[in-house]
C-alpha cells in the first residue's frame, strides 16, 4: 500500500480499515458492496449526506452492482486516495440511485372490512368510532413489492416478498419481523384473513430461502433476527381460520425457525451445580449496522481494535432483541452505548416467547398427529420451564429477571418483560402469581397515568423511562388477565384502560397513532433514541384493536386525571380558597 504525501497519516489508517473492509475476523452485516460494506457506505454515511443513515441503505440502484462500483472509483482523484468530496459523493448519490420507497407500491387490503364484528361489541360508541379509524389506517399501510425487486435484487436492499404487507410506517418502510405479531393480530380482528396468511406466508418463504427470520425485510438486517413469533403468528392465524392444510404444509418451516433459534442462540448456564440451556440474542458481526452506520462508526471509533468487533456485535444483538436500545443491556462504567453487552445477557422475555413457541408447536404436532415430534416439543418445554425457574426467577423480589452469564447474576431493575413468563405460562407452581403481582404492585410501575414504563430509568434511549412500548403493555396485561387472579385481572383491567387513553387522547390531539407514547403526562408520543417517534403505526393499532375487544364493555374514553390537568383542576379551587 503506497499511501504517501499530505494526507499520509489519514490515508494510512483509512486504507488498513478499507482494507478489511470490517474489524477482527467477524463477517460484514451482508455481503453487498454496496449496501453493507466497502468504500461507498463508508464515505456515503460519513459524510451525513442524508438525516438518518437508514435513507442512503434503502435507496435501489439505477445501475448494476458492479458498474455503481466502477463508477465510483472513476471518481477517485489521485489513487490511492479514494476519500471523494462531500459535492462528488452527493453527485454520485444522485445519479447512482433512486429515493428510498420507489421499489414498492401502496396498496389496498382488498380484504379490508369496513365492519368487522368485534366492532359492534365495543360498548363505548367514542371508542368504537376510533377503533374504526384505526382499521381504515391498515390501507395506508399496505405495500407491494414491485415485481423488478424479484427480477433484479442485486439493485435493491429490499428482500422480496411474495405477498403485500403491512408495514409499522414512517420510517420502517418493510416488514418488521416481531411488530408483524400485533398487526396480524389487528388484522384478524378486523377480519383480513388473506392478508394476514400473506404476511404469514412471507415469513415461511424467507424461513426456506435463509433459514431465519430477519429483523426486517431488508438484506442489510440478514444477520439479526427480532424476537422470534412465526409460530405464534401461526397460532393466532388457526384460531381464526382452522386450516389443518396449511398448517401441515408448513409445519417444517416452524421447526426450522426454531432450530435456528436452538442452533445459534443458546448459551449453556450452570447454576446450583446444574446445567442448563437457555436463549439470548447473539450477533457476530464486525462492522456498523448499515442503517446507523455513522452512529455505530463513531461510538467505536475510540476503541481498540480488539474491543470494537465486541461492540459492535451487541449493538446488533440489542437490535435483535427489538430493545434497541435500553440501559437494560448496559453493564459497565460509563453508563452509555458503550456498555451495551446484550450476549451476556440471558433475557427473561426471549426464553418466554420460546417456551410458548415449544408448547405450541407440541400442540401443533399432536394435531397433526405426529406424536413423535410433539414429545420432542413437549420435552423441550420441559427443559425451558426448569430452566427459567432455576435460572431466571428470583425467589427474594418474586419474579423473573434476566441473568448476566459473565456475572452470574440476576439483574435486580424493573422492565415489563420481567413479567412475561405469566404470558407465556412459563411457570409450574401457579403460587408464583400472587408473588409476581405483589412484584409489580411494589415496584411503582403501576404509578403512572398511561401505563407501564419500560424502565425506570431516563436514558435518553427509547426502550427506557418514560416510553411506554405497546408489545410491552399488551404482554404483561394478557398474562396477568390469564391468570386466576382477581387482583392480577383488576391490575390488568386497569393497565388496559391506561394504555386505551394515552393512545386515545394522542389521536385526538395528533389525528395519529404512534410507535410509542409516553406514560406521563396528557398523551404524547414517546422520544429518544436514534430516531424520531414514527407515525402509523402497525402494532400500536394492533394492540389497541386487542385491547378494545378483549375489555369491549367495560372501557370507556372519558379522560382521565392526568397529570396535567390535576394542577389546573386544583388551580381555580385553590383561588377560591383563598379568596373566601
Ligand atoms: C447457525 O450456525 C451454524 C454454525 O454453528 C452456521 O453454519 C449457520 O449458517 C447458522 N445459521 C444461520 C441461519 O445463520
Redesign the pocket.
Known amino acids: 500500500m503506497n499511501c504517501s504525501g499530505w494526507w499520509v497519516t489519514f490515508f494510512v489508517i483509512f486504507c488498513v480499515l478499507q482494507e478489511n473492509g470490517v474489524n477482527g475476523n467477524l463477517p460484514p452485516p451482508c455481503d453487498s458492496q454496496i449496501y453493507c460494506t466497502g468504500d461507498i457506505i463508508h464515505q456515503v454515511q460519513m459524510a451525513k449526506i442524508f438525516d438518518d443513515d437508514k435513507h442512503f441503505v434503502d435507496m435501489s440502484l439505477r445501475d448494476s452492482p458492479a458498474k455503481i462500483i466502477k463508477r465510483f472509483q472513476s471518481l477517485f482523484l489521485r489513487p490511492p486516495a479514494r476519500q471523494l468530496t462531500r459535492e462528488q459523493l452527493i453527485g454520485f448519490v444522485n445519479t447512482s440511485f433512486y429515493d428510498p420507497g420507489t421499489e414498492m407500491e401502496q396498496w389496498n387490503p382488498p380484504d379490508w372490512n369496513e365492519s368487522p364484528k368485534f366492532l359492534s361489541g365495543i360498548a363505548n360508541a367514542e371508542l368504537r368510532t376510533w377503533a374504526l379509524n384505526i382499521t381504515s389506517l391498515w390501507k395506508s399501510l399496505g405495500r407491494k413489492i414491485k415485481e423488478d425487486v424479484k427480477s433484479n435484487p442485486d439493485r435493491y436492499s429490499q428482500i422480496y416478498v411474495p405477498n403485500p404487507v403491512i408495514v409499522p410506517g414512517g420510517r420502517f418502510r418493510e416488514f418488521y419481523y416481531w411488530d408483524s405479531y400485533w398487526v396480524i393480530n389487528g388484522l384478524l380482528l378486523s377480519e383480513m384473513t388473506q392478508t394476514a396468511r400473506g404476511m404469514i406466508e412471507n415469513f415461511l418463504d424467507i424461513v426456506q430461502r ?3 427470520i430477519p429483523n426486517g425485510g431488508r438484506i442489510y438486517y440478514l444477520c439479526r433476527s427480532q424476537p422470534p413469533f412465526l409460530t405464534l403468528m401461526m397460532d393466532s392465524y388457526l384460531a381464526s381460520e382452522k386450516n389443518l392444510t396449511f398448517l401441515r404444509e408448513n409445519i417444517n418451516l416452524l421447526a426450522k425457525e426454531y432450530d ?1 433459534w436452538m ?2 442462540r443458546t448459551v449453556p448456564v450452570s447454576v446450583n451445580g446444574n446445567n442448563y440451556t437457555l436463549n439470548r440474542y447473539y450477533v457476530q458481526i464486525g462492522g456498523p449496522r448499515p442503517e446507523s452506520y455513522s452512529k455505530d462508526y463513531e461510538l467505536a471509533e475510540n476503541l481498540t481494535a480488539d474491543a470494537k468487533p465486541s461492540l459492535y456485535s451487541d449493538i446488533a444483538a440489542a437490535a435483535e432483541s427489538g430493545w434497541d436500545f435500553s440501559t437494560r443491556w448496559f453493564y459497565g462504567p460509563t453508563d452509555t452505548l458503550l456498555d451495551t453487552k446484550t450476549s451476556s445477557v440471558i433475557p427473561v422475555d426471549l426464553n418466554a416467547i420460546l417456551c410458548r413457541v415449544e408448547r405450541t408447536l407440541a400442540k401443533f404436532y399432536t394435531e397433526l398427529d405426529m406424536p413423535e415430534m410433539a414429545s420432542r416439543f413437549s420435552e423441550a418445554l420441559n427443559q425451558r420451564l426448569k430452566a427459567v425457574q432455576a435460572v431466571l426467577w428470583d425467589p427474594d423480589l418474586g419474579v423473573w429477571l434476566d441473568y448476566n452469564s459473565e456475572h452470574q447474576k440476576r439483574n435486580p431493575n424493573f422492565y415489563p418483560s420481567n413479567l412475561s413468563p405469566l404470558w407465556a405460562s412459563c411457570y409450574e407452581d401457579t403460587a408464583v402469581v400472587d408473588r409476581v403481582v405483589s412484584y409489580l404492585e411494589k415496584s411503582g410501575a403501576l404509578s403512572y397515568n398511561n401505563g407501564l414504563p419500560t424502565s425506570f430509568k431516563n436514558s435518553g434511549q427509547q426502550w427506557d423511562f418514560p416510553n411506554g412500548w405497546p408489545p410491552l403493555q399488551q404482554m404483561v396485561i394478557e398474562g396477568l388477565e390469564n391468570t386466576q387472579s382477581a387482583k392480577a385481572k383488576d391490575i390488568a383491567f386497569r393497565l388496559a384502560q391506561k394504555w386505551v387513553n394515552v393512545n386515545y387522547n394522542a389521536f385526538k390531539k395528533y389525528n395519529a397513532m404512534f410507535e410509542k407514547y409516553d406514560v406521563e403526562g396528557d398523551g404524547k408520543p414517546g422520544g429518544g433514541g436514534e430516531y424520531e417517534v414514527q407515525l402509523g403505526f402497525g402494532w400500536s393499532n394492533g394492540v389497541i384493536l386487542q385491547l378494545l375487544d378483549v375489555y369491549k364493555s367495560r372501557l370507556t374514553s372519558s379522560a382521565i386525571i392526568t397529570s396535567f390537568s390535576f394542577p389546573v383542576l386544583l388551580f381555580p379551587i385553590l383561588i377560591l380558597t383563598l379568596w373566601a
Request: net charge neutral; aromatic share 34%.
Open positions: 435463509y433459514g431465519m435456528f442452533n445459534n
